[in-house]
């Protein structure tokens, strides 16, 4: 399945190179009807994404004047190259919502001794070549944002190589478990990896014959005040599981959710209905196999009025202009939901067509 929708490909948008002030870009709408036509899904019948990484030479789109039967013209500044996500992208934004922001709009840090846990959650899309990237470096991700716990989708590596992926990672995160898809090889996968050591490991749903623990979707790890769930697009068919686990913990799920659950987490709503990851049924299940049974979308709590997306398709540039998903979450019990003190996301983190989001939860 295509990994753009019809907002990241349709504007067929010249890319944009140039580090001048600003650069007028024309584009033709029959193009973008075409386009639109041609890439009308996010995802497939399964619900999965399919990656096609074009070179910049096929995305780029020959624009004549001569031809153009009508234009649009829109001026990009040098400072939003570098930091898109700064700029509300929405096709029908709502008067009050503001683009996510996180230099402005991350709280302070606690005060020192204030005891908590920083977790994160990333779909890299493939282990193996997010450490092949020269611009990419696991150790500076890490004295950054000095994490506790990272939690990864789509490894795509098999079992046989775990043991040569965990020598590549990082000093003092000793603790790492991973699932990996053994009825599609170098398919799906997740991945916990942790400095502190959980009391237990699970892997799967624990249900006989589930999809989920055949291709590597799900590792739950339980800590002292809480258990921490890391999926790659769960179904329905988990949620008593989920349920039985908070009988005697409170849970943190996270991962990629595969959904964006309002219209505020896309940027074409409107040309995304029937767009796997934006359909009425796959919104109204996320609502009531989370929401509904006691989780809270932490960052939609704490930021109930702001743009902030979490995927880009790589297709026309889409993370340049900001045309993406909110399809990341980290949801938690309402139990703990008071706790949480950050819930953020990182766009300025390449490497994938997903960025890195945060969690800090206070203890």
């Known amino acids: 399945m295509d990994n753009s929708s019809p907002d990241e490909s349709s504007g067929a948008e010249k890319e944009t190179t140039s580090s001048t002030l600003s650069e007028t870009v024309t584009i033709k709408r029959k193009i973008r009807n075409q386009e639109e ?9 399964n619900g999965e994404k399919k990656v096609k990484q074009s070179t910049e030479k096929n995305l780029k789109v020959k624009v004549s004047s001569k031809e153009e039967e009508a234009s649009l013209t829109i001026a990009i500044s040098s400072s939003n190259q570098s930091e898109p996500w700064t700029v509300l992208a929405h096709k029908k934004p709502e008067k009050d919502w ?3 922001n996180p230099k402005t709009m991350r709280p302070p840090s606690l ?8 977790i994160m959650t990333w779909n890299v899309n493939g282990l193996r070549a997010l450490l092949k990237l020269e611009s990419f470096s696991a150790l500076q991700l890490a004295q950054r944002e000095d994490f506790d716990v990272l939690c990864l989708q789509e490894t795509k590596i098999q079992v046989k190589d ?5 020598k590549a990672l990082i000093d003092g995160y000793d603790h790492s478990y991973w699932s990996c898809s053994v009825s599609k090889l170098g398919y799906s996968g997740t991945a916990i990896i942790s400095r502190i050591k959980p009391l237990s490991v699970r892997y799967g749903t624990g249900l006989s014959g589930s999809d989920h623990d055949m291709e590597g979707r799900i590792v739950t790890a339980e ?3 809480f258990y ?36 505020i987490d896309i940027y074409n709503p409107a040309g995304n209905k029937r767009s796997a ?9 996320f609502g009531e196999n989370f929401l509904e049974k006691g989780f809270v979308d932490t960052f939609r709590k704490q930021h109930p009025g ?23 979450y980290f949801l938690v019990s309402e139990s703990i939901a008071a706790n949480v003190h950050d819930s953020y996301i990182l766009p300025d983190v390449n490497g994938s067509d997903h960025c890195p989001i945060g969690l800090i939860l206070k203890l």
């Open 277 to 285: 990851g934006f359909t009425i049924e796959e919104r109204q299940s």
């Open 228 to 263: 921490l769930i890391n999926t790659y697009v769960p179904n329905s068919g988990d949620g008593l599981k989920r349920l039985e686990l908070e009988k005697s913990k409170p849970v943190i799920l996270t991962g990629d959710l595969n959904c964006a659950h309002e219209e």
């Open 306 to 328: 702001v743009v902030g997306y979490t995927y880009w398709g790589y297709r026309s540039g889409a993370r340049k202009t900001n045309r993406g998903w909110r399809l990341d």
């Open 111 to 118: 005060p020192e001794g204030t005891k908590s846990v920083k």
């Open 223 to 225: 800590f002292d005040s």
């Open 98 to 100: 503001k683009a996510y």
């Open 162 to 166: 775990v043991e040569e992926i965990k």
């Open 37 to 45: 036509a041609n890439d009308d899904a996010y995802g497939n019948d």
